[in-house]
């Protein structure tokens, strides 16, 4: 099993951090800071829909050394379907390359921006980035482009200028007030991070304006020519491309409930989110448990959904436990496992953990152990069809078998927590976890800390017992009356 990090170790280097974020003009390293930063996003309707993504930056060399190049993150291609990168610099293009082949394999999507004449200290430059991203063939919660609508994740699209490469060297992060405008149909309806400045119609278009303070986090963006049905005043509100059939009221009741319940277990999130979305979103595809069929994907304050999850109908269990899924992720998913190498017991196993509180909330112990032993049952039917990996070495990059064990034994070991620790301290403990750790990446040795904390008992043997041996403990079957 990892070990646990020493508590006295990680106090040190809080306070390393602490000195390093909290110093004073004198730098340490080469290094440069981010004083202006605005980007664009524009939708380009055709029979190819793509989006224009362009960033403008001023920046100035805040180190101790003169700089001859610096690095930047692009989108991963595969991906994000990126192309036709154009770099410029001082009103110059530029033309990126790569990095030297030593750094390459743990830099896959870093490419070098070269200085004709190398950058000094305490001087400012422009540094503009234009691409066009094209929906990719397998879409996900990060991109989907379609013809009337579109969605992009707050993870990955963006180009990220990286920190010289010293020791000391400071990640140039973003300035204090940040600029960024989407620009759509003027018939789109949008959802976007940050506050609104304003807007402008441009022919039949409309270019809206947001702002985004420091400690926020990076834009996401959801937007089509959708027909919205309910209200933040009823609770919840859903868009979908064609008018609903029937009474959604219940279904709406239901969303508002399963949102609240999440908020009162896990905590609060944004605060300017009065009501979740749901949204429809046809380019949305299953592509962790290798099925596929109805789906559901977060973004901040809601949750896309395909149209086999609508086709279930609204009123529907299998609607209900599909979008609840896709909440759950606000507190759990990509704001906090930002990439498809994240565990699947982190990334999947507390989502799915939180329907089972959802559905104890909304119908009672009964409800939850049934959910129990459904993921039981999905767990012996899928160790039937292929050989287990220990949970905690399990990864959304693993083979589709793999991956249906992990999904399903992953909620179960956060119920085996809670029936040990009790409820209340566990979710206290998840809530640390959410507060702390939003907007970075957290892994088991987080959370182990975090409940850990909260409930001020070592969880060194579940932990190893769950994460790293094979099979469901027996006392576990036994409680919940699941022969093997």
Known sequence: MPPRPHSRAIEAGLIL?????????????????????????????????????????????????????????????????????????????????????????????????PFAQRWERGQSRRLEIDYTLNSPREMGSSIGIGSDNFHLGSRGWSAVPQPPRHVLAPFPRRPAKMQYTVRVPADFLILARGSMNGRKKLGDEMEYRFELRKGELPPYVVAGRYIPTGSDSTGAVLWTLRALQGDPAPAMK?????????????????????????????????????????????????????????????????????????????????????????????????????????????????????????????????????DEKPLGVTMLTDPPGQRRIALAKAPLFFVALEDRYGEAPVREGLRRLVTIMRGEQAGYNELRSALEYATGKDMSEPFGRWLYQKGVPDDFRARYGAGK
């Not at 993504?53 to 101790?64: A, E, K, M, P």
């Not at 050394?65 to 993150?73: G, R």
């Not at 979103?281 to 099925?291: A, D, I, K, Y």
């Open 254 to 386: 239901e969303l508002a409930e399963a949102w609240e319940t999440l908020r009162k277990a896990f905590g609060p999130l944004d605060v300017k989110v009065r009501a979740p979305h749901i949204v429809e979103s046809p380019e949305l595809r299953e592509h962790v448990s290798g099925e596929t069929g109805p789906t559901a994907a977060s973004f901040p304050g809601g949750a896309l959904v395909n149209p086999a999850a609508l086709a279930l109908g609204i009123d529907s269990a299998g609607f209900l436990d599909t979008a609840a899924h896709g909440l759950a992720h606000n507190w759990f998913g990509s704001e906090m496992y930002p990439n498809r190498f994240a565990a699947i017991g982190m990334g999947e196993g507390l989502p799915d953990y939180a329907t089972i509180v959802i559905d104890e909330a909304r119908n009672g112990a009964a409800a939850r152990r049934t959910r129990i032993a459904e993921y039981l049952r999905l767990y012996d039917n899928a160790c039937r069809r292929a």
């Open 17 to 113: 951090f602490l000195l390093c974020a909290c110093s004073c003009a004198v730098p340490l390293a080469p290094g440069y800071r981010i004083t202006k930063e605005t980007r664009a996003i524009e939708f380009v309707a055709g029979a190819r829909p793509s989006l224009r993504i362009r960033f403008d930056y001023t920046l100035q060399n805040s180190g101790t050394t003169p700089l001859e190049f610096m690095d930047c993150n692009f989108p991963d291609p595969r991906e994000f379907g990126r192309s036709g990168l154009r770099v410029m610099l001082d009103g110059r293009e530029v033309r990126p390359e790569a990095l030297p082949e030593e750094l390459r394999p743990d830099n896959p999507l870093t490419l070098r921006i």
